[in-house]
């Protein structure tokens, strides 16, 4: 198959132009502070002339660089004072919970050592315990059943339990707070 001159011609022209080197206007800027830049168009800033289109220009990524770290100490600063700041107030904090678990072991033991009227009841007994009685607390009443008065420890273990209860929440907020402290700079 044979192909007409003239298209042969018109892809060889195509071809050949394809190849060509493009070309396009370049500038060189520069600003007041002597700071040069290169640009397809024309800034309208002074100092600006365009470059020959015989002049081979490539481009070129600029990699900007960070701007230097600042010492790691000066970067820690703010940290260490935060921390300083809060070790302050923690210890504040478990000044005033060992000095409410003082007070509620001082409460505990007062409740201890007094008994109320409430903690001794009446209680039906056998023979052998109202003969063995000798404190006088005892009696028979009218039906014939023997009677004696004791404390009763539920009621004293009843009684006691909200001040054990505060001891041991205290307790445990005191060693919080000392777990916390010691884990700080």
Request: charged share 30%.
């Amino acid at each position: 198959m044979k192909f007409p001159r003239a298209v042969i011609f018109l892809f060889f022209l195509a071809s050949s132009l394809a190849s060509a080197p493009a070309t396009a206007q370049v500038f060189k800027c520069v600003d007041g502070s002597g700071k040069v830049t290169y640009s397809n168009e024309r800034s309208s800033a002074k100092g600006c002339t365009q470059l020959s289109n015989e002049q081979a220009v490539t481009t070129v990524s600029m990699r900007v660089s960070p701007p230097p770290a600042a010492s790691p100490a000066a970067s820690y600063a703010p940290l260490v004072d935060m921390d300083k700041a809060r070790k302050q107030a923690l210890e504040g904090e478990l000044d005033k919970e060992r000095a409410a678990l003082e007070n509620a072991r001082k409460k505990l033991a007062q409740e201890e050592e007094t008994g109320q009227g409430s903690d001794f009841s009446w209680r039906q007994v056998s023979e052998e315990q109202f003969k063995a009685n000798v404190n006088g607390k005892c009696e028979k009443r009218e039906d014939g059943s023997l009677w004696c008065r004791g404390r009763n420890y539920q009621k004293v273990l009843d009684r006691l339990q909200p001040y054990k209860d505060e001891v041991e929440r205290r307790e445990r907020k005191v060693e919080a707070l000392t777990q916390q402290i010691s884990g700080l700079r």
